[in-house]
């Protein structure tokens, strides 16, 4: 893709430096001072791994740097108290109920809005900015009197995706990524005679197969670590996703258990790993420029 | 994006009109196409929208469902009981608590981290990634992190020894909404600072070839050809973080165990969600609902205009 920034290639200090000596000094600040910042951001998660895996809550400065008395027995203590394995097949399907139809539609309406002129158009792009500017949890009172109390959809996998089932900052992702795409192509594809279906499946598509990627991590974080709205939609333990059977043991049963920071602290470590290893692996799709294309302007 | 909005409009008009067969527009199919999604946002944005403004105005309760109920209208008695209700006028105060440690710090802190960020080559994907992994994962598998960091005896208590506060920081009214903002900055930065990378790439690189034969020191080139550079993405990061405050929900409900000691971390969500559900009074959480929509409007209108008149 001709995009601007890409982190791994792009050289900005290339340029002659008239006094080494003070460029250098600063060079090195930045460093420390950027790997100061990475250090607060990664010390918890690396705590989350080490709390989890104590016998006992050890908070001294010296229990983050642990010896021993290391032990699995957190993640059994929390398996015990919430199905795990369940509960993170409810988050799969609420998540992968909401990519999908943020896939199946939201690239139907990015390709439409950037590239077909129809009636209506402008009026949708404006709502569309303005969806992602009002969020859904000022209308939790309506959209929770429509979904549970008029449709009865309470404690189901549908009501739980429906508010969600399409990423409006995914549709404009996809709809910056079509905008980028050469006219000429699909002139020439029209020309050839070629419906708007088959230009977007053969000819589009194959060239935003990065934004896809993108918009699919972009569209994994809301539902996947949704609490809201699965809280008040789901009663039954059955159907819970793994954020709100985590929360709830947190502040409900915790007291209960042996070591409750350790079996709270192996439920964060389950609920973060598959978002954490999703965005350390596909890295190179998560960068400024797929996002940053609504601030380029 | 406002330049966007104006491509969208270029090509149509004059055709549709010198066409009266074009009444669809160029390509018809877009409506088939859009319409999906465009279903989908008037059933989660627009129809909710006017249900809750049409709820706010009227005595609204849960019936069971098919009962035909009657719901008088009330004019504006929801409003004035919201306003009115010192919890609600507690949470709107906590959410200006709230934003006024989370804005600043983080447009300070991340535009700092992008521009350092934007001139190292080593380690860069290490940084980001670092810095971003707090932003793409749960609130609530993060939260009990810190819960275990800042509870009563946790680590940072520990280290802070006799300088430690009392009650501890969770649990002390002055202390737990800027916990909350604390940790809403920690968690959201790294997506900011992604926003600021993206756009430090659009400012001219003579603008700072021009600084520094002029001999401003970095700190000078900082303030006066980054800061300038970079004014869109900052209305963008304001409007952003303001939204994110108009949200808050799950991080005060957990990480202060509902709403803090007295209430002082409740958020207007939180209380939309009481009233409203626990409480069964949701034409009185729609009202909150509505106030909210109008107030993120507000804000995101005045900051604009703000931010983008030089």
Redesign the interface.
């Known amino acids: 893709m001709a995009l601007t920034e890409t982190p791994t290639t792009d050289v900005a200090v290339a340029e002659p430096e008239k006094k080494p000596g003070r460029k250098a000094v600063g060079h090195w600040l930045s460093l420390v001072v950027l790997f100061l910042g990475a250090l607060v951001f990664l010390f918890p998660f690396y705590y989350m791994i080490v709390g989890s895996l104590q016998e006992e809550p050890d908070t001294s400065l010296r229990g983050a740097v642990p010896t021993g008395g290391l032990t699995l027995d957190n993640y059994s203590q929390i398996n015990e108290r919430v199905d795990l394995v369940r509960s993170l097949v409810n988050s799969g399907i609420f998540t992968g109920g909401v990519i999908l139809g943020t896939v199946v539609f939201g690239i139907l309406a990015g390709y439409a809005l950037a590239r077909l002129h129809f009636r209506g158009r402008s009026t949708l792009f404006a709502v569309m900015l303005l969806v992602q500017i009002v969020p859904f949890q000022l209308l939790i009172i309506p959209i929770y009197v429509m979904i549970v109390r008029t449709y009865g959809l309470a404690d189901s996998y549908l009501g739980m995706i429906l508010p969600f089932a399409i990423n409006s900052t995914a549709v404009f992702v996809f709809r910056q990524f079509f905008l980028q795409l050469p006219e000429e192509l699909f002139s020439a594809a029209r020309l050839d005679g070629a419906n708007e279906l088959r230009i977007l499946w053969s000819v589009a598509l194959p060239l935003v197969k990065p934004a896809i990627l993108t918009a699919i991590l972009l569209t994994f974080i809301g539902p996947w670590n949704e609490f809201l709205w699965p809280f008040l939609v789901t009663k039954d333990t059955e159907l819970q996703p793994l954020a709100v059977t985590l929360a709830n043991y947190i502040s409900n049963v915790a007291g209960r258990a042996t070591n409750p920071y350790g079996a709270i602290l192996a439920g964060a470590v389950v609920l973060a790993a598959p978002a954490v290893a999703l965005f350390v692996a596909f890295q190179k799709h998560f960068t400024a420029s797929n996002l940053g294309s609504g601030v380029k302007g | 994006?406002?330049?966007?909005?104006k491509?969208?409009?270029k090509?149509?008009p004059a055709?549709?009109r010198r066409r009266p067969g074009r009444?669809?527009?160029?390509?018809?199919?877009?409506?088939v196409?859009?319409a999906?999604?465009?279903v989908?946002?008037a059933a989660?944005?627009?129809?909710?929208?006017g249900?809750?403004v049409w709820?706010s105005f009227h005595d609204y309760f849960?019936a069971a469902?098919g009962a035909q109920v009657a719901r008088p209208f009330v004019g504006l008695e929801n409003y004035k009981t919201v306003l009115s209700d010192p919890a609600v006028r507690r949470s709107f105060l906590n959410v200006g608590k709230f934003l006024v440690i989370n804005v600043p710090l983080t447009v300070v802190l991340s535009l700092v981290?992008a521009s350092?960020?934007?001139?190292?080559?080593?380690?860069?994907?290490?940084?980001?990634?670092?810095?971003?992994?707090?932003?793409?994962?749960?609130?609530?598998?993060?939260?009990?992190?810190?819960?275990?960091?800042f509870?009563m005896?946790?680590?940072v208590n520990?280290?802070l020894g006799p300088l430690a506060p009392d009650p501890s920081w969770l649990v002390n009214s002055g202390l737990a909404m800027p916990v909350v903002a604390l940790f809403v900055t920690?968690k959201q930065?790294?997506f900011f600072i992604?926003?600021y990378?993206?756009?430090l790439?659009?400012v001219p690189?003579e603008l700072y070839?021009a600084a520094?034969v002029d001999g401003a020191t970095?700190y000078r080139a900082f303030m006066n050809v980054t800061v300038p550079g970079v004014r869109?993405?900052t209305v963008?990061v304001v409007?952003l973080a303001t939204?994110t405050g108009?949200?808050l929900?799950?991080e005060p409900y957990?990480l202060t165990?509902g709403g803090g000691p007295d209430g002082a971390s409740t958020s207007p969500?939180f209380v939309?969600?009481q009233k409203?559900?626990e409480q069964g009074t949701?034409d009185v959480?729609?009202a909150i609902?509505v106030i909210?929509?109008i107030a993120?409007?507000l804000i995101?209108l005045i900051n604009r205009r703000l931010l983008e008149s030089d």
């Open positions: 994006m406002t330049s966007e909005t491509v969208v409009d090509p149509r055709v549709a009444l669809l527009g160029l390509q018809p199919l877009g409506i196409f859009a999906p999604y465009a989908f946002l989660v944005f627009a129809y909710p929208l249900l809750a709820i849960f469902p981290l350092m960020l934007n001139t190292v080559l080593r380690a860069r994907a290490f940084l980001r990634v670092s810095y971003y992994i707090p932003y793409v994962t749960a609130s609530v598998a993060l939260v009990a992190v810190w819960l275990f960091l509870g005896d946790g680590m520990q280290l920690w930065l790294g992604l926003l990378l993206a756009a790439q659009n690189k070839e520094s970095s869109p993405a963008l409007i939204i108009a949200n929900f799950t957990l165990n969500v939309m969600y409203g559900i949701p959480a729609a609902g909210l929509v993120v409007l995101s």
